[in-house]
Every structure is written in C-alpha cells, then in structure tokens.
C-alpha cells in the first residue's frame, strides 16, 4: 500500500494551526462568556482533534476502512458521553440515606 506524503510546509502550518487554537482557547477562558465558556473551549478542542486526525494521524488519505473505524469510534464516543451524562443528571433527583 503506498503512503501519502505531504511537504513540511502542511505540517508547519497545521502546527501554527493548532499553536494558535491553543492561545485562543486561553484568551477565551478569561473572557466572562457565562456558559458559552464551556461551548467556545470544546468547539476549539474539536477542530484541533479534528486537524490532528486528518493530518497527523493521515486519516484523509487513508482508504475507506480507516474512515469506516474512525467513524465508529466517534459514533462510540458518542454513546458513552450520552450514557455517562443520564447517569449524572438523574443523579440530582435520587436522595441516599
């Protein structure tokens, strides 16, 4: 199977990418946005994790099965976050002891 090989130039500017993300991930935690803080921080932190699958971990070159486990394992992600919230938010109404 032949690889896809990127200049450095890409990797350099994904990179100035991320760097910055990262900045503006701190400027935003000191701004009062109320709990749009929460929303700007994850939105952030999903696109780098987003350029650092496609590009680092060569994902979009990569053929049909990779995308296919890719998918799956956000698609898990997914249910284990709905699963683990359920349980939190029920958690308010039960009263122990």
């Known amino acids: ?7 450095k130039r890409v990797y350099y500017t994904i990179f ?3 760097m910055f993300c990262t900045y503006l991930t701190v400027q935003i935690a000191f701004l009062d ?3 749009m803080n929460i929303v700007a921080a994850l939105a952030i932190a999903v696109f780098k994790a987003t350029l ?8 979009k070159y990569s053929p049909k099965l990779t995308w296919a486990v890719v998918l799956g394992s956000i698609f898990w992600l997914g249910i284990l976050l709905t699963m683990t919230l359920a349980d ?4 308010a109404w039960r009263t122990y002891g």
């Open 1 to 7: 199977m032949a690889s896809h090989i990127l200049p």
């Open 88 to 91: 939190y938010l029920t958690r």
């Open 33 to 35: 946005l109320g709990a």
């Open 16 to 18: 100035a990418i991320l």
């Open 52 to 59: 650092v699958i496609l590009f680092f971990m060569h994902v």
